[in-house]
T-cell receptor, first 114, second 113 residues
Framework: SQQGEEDPQALSIQEGENATMNCSYK?????LQWYRQNSGRGLVHLIL?????REKHSGRLRVTLDTSKKSSSLLITASRAADTASYFC??????????????FGKGTHLIIQP | DAGVTQSPTHLIKTRGQQVTLRCSPK?????VSWYQQALGQGPQFIFQ???????QRGNFPDRFSGHQFPNYSSELNVNALLLGDSALYLC????????????FGSGTRLTVV
C-alpha cells in the first residue's frame, strides 16, 4: 500500500519559475527521500532528509520535513526543461529486521514549459 | 562505475508461467530491494535482502520470492503469473545503515498475456 500522497498530482509551470511539491505520510519514519523518474524508467535519488532534520539543500533543491504534521515539501528553484519528470517522495522506517525498504507515494508529474 | 544492472529489459509471459528477474547491485552496495510499479503509480515495495536473507517484505503474496547471492546480486521469482502482475519491476541497491539513498536500475517491463 502507498505510504501517503504527493500534492499536486500534476504541475505545469514556465521555465525559470519555482516548483513546489508536497508529500504527506502516515507512519513514523527514520528518513524521507525524494526521487525523480523520467519516462517510466529507473528512479534517481535526489535528496535524503533524516527525521531529526527540518530542512536540507542540494543545488537547486530544497527539502523541508515536518514530522509533527507528517509532511515534507520539495522546492525546485529556477526550473529547467530537463526537470520535466515525475517526482516521488519515499519514506524509510525501522522494523524488527532493521531499516525497511522504501514506501513511495503516487508522485507528482512536473511539466516545465519552455 | 556501473550502477544497478537489471535483466532482461522486457519480457512477455503467459498467464500461469513462472519468471525470474535478475539484478546486479552497484559496486559497494550490499542491500538489494525489489519494487513493482504499475502504470501511473508509485513503486510498491516487494522485499529487501541483505546478508543473503530476506529482511523485510511488503504486502505481496508468496508467489513472489527472491534470493540474494554471496556477490550481493539478487533474483526475483514470480510463480503462477497473473495478468495483474504486468508491471515495471525495479531493483534498487544501497549500503546498510538506513541513512543512504538507493540506486535504482532501469527496470524490467513484464507483460503477462
Amino acid at each position: 500500500s502507498q505510504q501517503g500522497e504527493e500534492d499536486p498530482q500534476a504541475l505545469s509551470i514556465q521555465e525559470g519559475e519555482n516548483a513546489t511539491m508536497n508529500c504527506s505520510y502516515k507512519t513514523s519514519i527514520n528518513n524521507l527521500q525524494w526521487y525523480r523518474q523520467n519516462s517510466g524508467r529507473g528512479l534517481v535519488h535526489l535528496i535524503l532528509i533524516r527525521s531529526n532534520e527540518r530542512e536540507k539543500h542540494s543545488g537547486r533543491l530544497r527539502v523541508t520535513l515536518d514530522t509533527s504534521k507528517k509532511s515534507s515539501s520539495l522546492l525546485i528553484t529556477a526550473s529547467r526543461a530537463a526537470d520535466t519528470a515525475s517526482y516521488f517522495c519515499a519514506t524509510r522506517g525501522y522494523s524488527g529486521g532493521g531499516a525497511d525498504g522504501l514506501t513511495f507515494g503516487k508522485g507528482t508529474h512536473l511539466i516545465i514549459q519552455p | 562505475d556501473a550502477g544497478v544492472t537489471q535483466s532482461p529489459t522486457h519480457l512477455i509471459k503467459t498467464r500461469g508461467q513462472q519468471v525470474t528477474l535478475r539484478c546486479s547491485p552497484k559496486s559497494g552496495h550490499d542491500t538489494v530491494s525489489w519494487y513493482q510499479q504499475a502504470l501511473g503509480q508509485g513503486p510498491q515495495f516487494i522485499f529487501q535482502y541483505y546478508e543473503e536473507e530476506e529482511r523485510q517484505r511488503g504486502n505481496f503474496p508468496d508467489r513472489f520470492s527472491g534470493h540474494q547471492f554471496p556477490n550481493y546480486s539478487s533474483e526475483l521469482n514470480v510463480n503462477a503469473l497473473l495478468l495483474g502482475d504486468s508491471a515495471l519491476y525495479l531493483c534498487a541497491s544501497t549500503r546498510r545503515g538506513g541513512y543512504y539513498g538507493y540506486t535504482f536500475g532501469s527496470g524490467t517491463r513484464l507483460t503477462v498475456v
